[in-house]
């Protein structure tokens, strides 16, 4: 269980991250679990959104985002207090710095069954870690900077499952089919057969002359 300070941070933390899945999403499920580091704090925040299957598509998004925060200070004799516990988790208006490491991972399912295509499953998964140092205070809160965080994450992880997954997908699908018919791309090979032979002829008079 986490320390009292940490828990209304994690129900906040749960509040925002609420906000986030709904604007980015429009619904799924979001949960935020916190506990306590020795000179810190980690977390993990779990987003979920499965299609309904609406215009022919099934799909499921899963985000796991793991963040650790070590609270920077001056020396290391800093962390201890006259209590000896570590620096309370309240931000301070003149602020201080921390350390944010996050690792998050996304993974993706969609599956399509349309007459003109058939039906097509694609899956697969993205992990891409990144660390700040950023400051914490009244105006930069330690849900701030990591939702600044995790939001350019997803933001690069949506970007690179569309170029590589979709891109390719679409690349490939294109090689191994057609969207014209039999007789079209028979008539195309007619057609070229006939390009190439006139343009043996063109070449052999050429030399002849």
Known sequence: MPSDKLRHLEVDANQAFDQYREMYFEGGVSSVYLWDLDHGFAGVILIKKAGDG?????????SIHVVE????LPSMTAFVTRDN????????SSGRNAHY??????MLWLQ???DGSGTMNLGGSLTRQIEADNTVNETNPHIANIGRMVEDME??????LNEIYFGKTNSILNGLRS???LADQKSKDALRTDLAQALQ???KTDLNN
């Open 85 to 92: 516990c570590c620096p309370p988790l309240k931000e301070k």
């Open 69 to 72: 925060v070590q609270v920077l």
């Open 54 to 62: 609406s215009k022919k598509i099934k799909g499921c998004w899963d």
């Open 112 to 114: 399509t069954n349309k």
């Open 179 to 181: 969207v014209h018919s």
């Open 155 to 160: 933001n690069k992880i949506r970007n690179t």
């Open 201 to 203: 002829k063109i070449k």
């Open 101 to 106: 490491k996050l690792t998050s991972t996304v």
